[in-house]
């Protein structure tokens, strides 16, 4: 047995608590100060940071099916902060500091590995694209680096760098200080990190109306009876849209299917993340040894959380021209998750026109790595009901204002 698979070995066996034990299943009260609708990563981080920053525990936390049932342990949990614009790079580089401290934050293993992440530029606009958000990046404090070929090579000594490729690598940006987590486990560790707070977190629930007296939310109405709430956070992520419709509100959203997939389990063989938006592919190797491997949405909108075939056949075609050595590599299973994506594909945050409604939705394809940075500000906002100075750029009302913050560089495949 070799060195790496005897840590993986221990890590499993560090990481493997029943998550059962690891919160209360209490009965809804009548009515709490916060509901939070949305039992994903984003909902569960939001409660703890309620607690534990503002000290307000009268939080419920709605989830209509499990915790982290949705999107959260969907996700191919990819971590960077490397976005071009200043917003953008400010909000993601404060999550990723709170990543850096998680674990202990929350005396849970969330297996928080940052093993570096490499975006592939195969074209000159790639390429050029690539450089710019090298220095913007610098220039915001988030680290990243240009690499050449040969230096891509280095770091990653599986990809096929030939030039005789239809798409060749010529360069790749890399944030060292980005990785992968395990999404359950961080879902798990906030979760009980709440529950021990105070926080009531009600599975099976699912809010099926939202109560409004005079533009102001009053409580939800749910598959378990009405709960009265002060104010209301919706956290529903591909479903948001149809949750804003209960007050008669109507989002820039648009839900599509994400599909991922993995492979059978294999010995460690890739070190780091790597992604390309050319020919549209990103893999990385779970803990377990798993390749996880991931591509753009499926075009067409969907409530379904299934994908199609094409989607699979052309990242694995991508996958093979990067990664050769994969060719006699076993798909063990595909899966799809819900992606709400705003125009200008980055997330909405805030106040809603009802009062004390707050909404945080439009993350697409890439709010696993905001989790506890987006828990972090919408506490914030709710607790003090002033946006949180890092969120005041990601207002609803950005789309009335024209002050968009178009990612779709940064966002596309690269998750
Ligand atoms: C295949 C795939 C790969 C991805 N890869 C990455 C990645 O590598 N890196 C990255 O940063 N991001 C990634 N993402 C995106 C990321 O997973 C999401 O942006 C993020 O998880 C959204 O926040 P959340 O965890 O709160 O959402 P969710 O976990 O989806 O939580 C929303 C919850 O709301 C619940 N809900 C909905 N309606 C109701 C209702 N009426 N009543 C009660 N509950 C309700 C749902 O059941 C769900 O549990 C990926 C997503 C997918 C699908």
């Known amino acids: 047995m070799t060195p790496a698979s005897i840590a993986l070995i221990t890590s499993a066996a560090v990481v493997a608590p029943n998550p059962e034990t690891l919160w209360r299943t209490p009965e ?42 949705g999107n959260m342990a969907r996700n191919t949990t990819i971590i960077r902060s490397n976005y071009l614009w200043d917003e953008s790079a400010a909000l993601y ?21 940052q093993r570096g992440v490499l975006n592939l530029a195969h074209n000159l606009h790639d390429v050029r694209e690539s450089v710019r958000r090298v220095s913007a990046n610098r220039l915001n404090g988030v680290d990243a680096e240009w690499l050449t070929p040969e230096q891509v090579k280095e770091f990653c000594p599986i990809l096929n760098t030939s030039p005789n490729v239809r798409y060749p690598i010529m360069g ?6 980005g990785g992968i987590a395990r999404h359950d486990a961080v879902a798990w560790g906030f979760a009980r990190g709440a529950d021990r707070l105070g926080v009531d977190l009600i599975q099976n629930c699912q809010v099926i ?15 378990n009876g ?15 849209s149809v949750l804003a419709e209960m007050v008669g509100l109507r989002v820039p959203l648009q839900t599509h299917p994400l599909q991922a997939l993995v492979s059978e389990l294999l010995e460690p063989v890739l070190s780091c993340v790597v992604m390309s938006n050319a020919v549209h592919v990103y893999v990385s ?31 694995i075609a991508a996958a093979l021209e990067l990664f050769p050595i994969f060719s006699r590599v076993h798909v063990l299973r595909t899966w799809a998750g819900l992606v709400d994506v705003a125009p200008d594909a980055s ?18 394809t890439g709010g696993f790595k905001a989790t506890p940075g987006a828990g972090w500000v919408l506490a914030h906002t709710v607790a003090t009901g002033e946006p949180h100075p890092l969120v005041v750029p990601f207002a609803l009302e950005r789309f009335t204002s024209g002050a968009l913050i178009d990612e779709h560089g940064a966002g596309a495949v690269a998750h």
């Open 93 to 113: 580089e404060h999550s990723l500091k709170l990543w850096e401290g998680l674990t202990a934050e929350l005396d849970y293993d969330i297996l928080f590995s």
């Open 285 to 315: 190797q779970a803990h377990k040894g798993e390749l996880v491997m991931g591509a753009g949405i499926d075009a067409y909108n969907s409530y379904a959380q299934r994908g199609s075939f094409q989607v699979i056949e052309h990242q």
């Open 209 to 223: 109306d939202i109560d409004v007296q005079r533009g102001r939310v009053v409580g939800v109405q749910t598959t």
């Open 347 to 364: 997330p909405i945050i805030g106040q809603t026109p009802i009062e004390n409604l707050y909404i945080n939705c439009g993350w697409g």
């Open 28 to 69: 809804p009260k009548r009515t709490y100060e916060v509901v939070i609708i949305g039992g994903g990563g984003h909902g569960l981080a939001t409660a703890y940071y309620l607690a534990r920053n503002h000290g307000l525990t009268d939080v419920a936390v709605l989830e209509r099916g499990w915790l982290a049932g």
């Open 172 to 177: 790749a940006t890399l944030q060292r200080r």
């Open 226 to 240: 009405p709960i009265g709430a002060q104010k209301i956070l919706l956290c529903g992520a591909g479903h948001t």
